[in-house]
């Protein structure tokens, strides 16, 4: 069965910056992990490219506005090689054929009587193309983006949103972990228990920049229906069915959360649709304390400038090991720097280098896989500790808790290192028994392979090139915390990982 994992469909209304690349390289650990245990899956990303801040935009840059979109997706989409990522999918709200989808959703919503022509009047921040409630408001202030709201009431098409509420409520209540972190989905909970759902406004008068409502062409339709069904779309441009968004997770960040796990569901159940698996949900990371968002240029620094000066293995480890999942974090490149080069050029690839050194110096880089009959205590106990720290490596990775994967896999490396010094190979040039220093390089050398695979999804160049070394190809790319012992066959030992030195 093919998986999907999805980013959001990030707004085409201004540069790529560090929040963009947090939820693609999050994304990316997920689909990669997936593949490492052997399932097919398929990453996808895109560009939402209707509404009215989009003509908004491109007005004020005095430029066309299908230019200004076609620039900014190519932008977007020259953001991941830059951080090791190769989307399966990259979908744009403006494609013929994803426009030809999002007619169709409308209809049939429009034919089961979801949808009606009606009015609506209340305070619209443009930024966030979102209605806010007056207790949502902060002293009239858009609670996102931190500008004042509008007053706006016009006629609109309504969505029937309390129709599904119950139903919405019953699923979240039967499945308690679709929502990660956990205190997201009791957050929605909590909000579909409160009572009747006001009608959602699905559709914008007077602006022509978007999909037109069928038969009633004052109308486009609400960019979020737009923008989230894109997600359908991708997957059938991939030969499968709408219904495999049953087997989709959706990662994004916090501030979107009411669109994925509220609107999203109710869309779908509207269709008969199956709702998707998962919903992984990140936090922020600010400058200075403010959100990293394109409408605050001090916050706008494009990822490659951080990839550039920390690596792009360098940049994708030290954004998911610096803070859980859910929390917000501040940027600090030299924190960054510092936990890049404890983690990975000390405790990973400095490890990789010393030990497969003296493989290749005094065992002419090969030792029989036959010697893990004959290990001594010291060595069975730590690959009894190492299979246990790889199961949790494992599970961590299922539940999404990417941070948690860094802090085992540090303490694993710790585990190692303090082996490794406490074996003190070595001193087989001072005479240290040969059979203690076999044994040493061996077990280190088996373990550090399954470090190299569990790290993959996350430091992929970094890892491939340990891997490589070991002479293990992409055809044995699974994870294996049962930590069978293989013969080691070395033809060289390289330095994989050079310490971060930025640039004052």
């Known amino acids: 069965m093919t998986s999907f994992v999805t980013t959001p469909i990030f707004y085409a209304n201004g540069e790529p910056h560090l929040g963009h690349a947090y939820s693609g390289i999050v994304a990316d650990i997920c689909h990669r992990f997936s593949q490492l245990i052997g399932e097919e899956n398929v990453l996808i990303t895109g560009t939402d490219e209707h509404g009215q801040k989009i003509a908004s935009t491109a007005q004020a840059a005095a430029t066309d506005i299908a230019t200004f979109v076609d620039t ?82 016009e006629e609109t098409y309504l969505f029937r949103l309390e129709n599904y509420r119950q139903q919405l409520l019953d699923d979240y209540l039967a499945h308690p972990d679709l929502i990660t972190p956990s205190h997201f989905q009791e957050s929605i909970i909590a909000l579909l228990q409160e009572g009747p759902l006001e009608d959602l406004s699905v559709s914008r008068i007077n602006n022509s920049w978007g999909v037109q409502v069928p038969n009633h062409s004052e109308h486009t339709v609400y960019v979020w229906i737009d923008a989230l069904f894109s997600y359908i779309t991708a997957i059938q441009q991939t030969g499968h069915a709408s219904t495999a968004i049953a087997n989709t997770a959706h990662i994004l960040g916090k501030d979107i959360l009411k669109f994925h796990a509220l609107y999203w569901p109710a869309f779908l159940l509207a269709l008969d649709l199956p709702l998707p698996k998962k919903l992984v949900v990140h936090g922020w990371w600010t400058i200075e304390g403010q959100k990293i968002s394109k409408s605050n240029p001090e ?66 880089g090969q030792l029989e896989g036959s010697l893990g009959k004959y290990l001594d205590d010291e060595c069975e106990q730590l690959l009894s500790t190492s299979r246990a720290q790889l199961e949790q490596v494992i599970r961590h990775y299922q539940d999404y808790d990417i941070y948690q994967v860094t802090l085992v896999l540090k303490q694993l490396l710790d585990q190692l290192n303090a082996f490794f010094h406490h074996r003190a190979p070595w001193l087989i040039s001072k005479g240290q028994d040969r059979r203690q220093t076999i044994n040493t390089c061996f077990v280190i050398a088996n373990v550090l392979q399954q470090v190299a695979l569990s790290y993959l999804p996350i430091v992929p160049e970094l890892s491939q090139r340990v891997l490589t070394e070991f002479g293990i190809d992409e055809t044995q790319w699974r994870l294996n915390p049962n930590l069978p012992l293989h013969a080691i066959q070395i033809q060289e030992s390289n330095s994989h990982f050079a310490r971060i030195q930025l640039s004052r």
Do not use: M
């Open 72 to 153: 900014k997706a190519e932008t977007f989409a020259a953001l991941w090689p830059e951080l090791t990522i190769r989307p399966d999918i990259f979908i744009r709200t403006t494609q013929s054929a994803h426009k030809a989808h999002v007619r169709d959703v409308w209809q049939q919503l429009f034919e089961r009587g979801d949808i009606y022509l009606g009015s609506y009047s209340g305070q619209y921040c443009v930024a966030c193309e979102q209605y806010y409630s007056p207790r949502e408001l902060e002293d009239e202030h858009c609670p996102v983006h931190k500008k004042p709201v509008v007053t706006v009431a």
């Open 299 to 364: 916050t706008t620094v494009n990822p490659s400038t951080f990839s550039h000066q920390l690596t792009a293995d360098g940049l994708r480890y030290a954004l998911v090991r610096q803070k859980p999942l859910y929390r917000d974090g501040n940027v600090a490149i030299d924190e960054l720097a510092e936990v890049i080069n404890a983690d990975l050029a000390n405790n990973f690839a400095n490890l990789v280098k010393r030990n497969n050194t003296l493989v290749v110096k005094y065992f002419d």
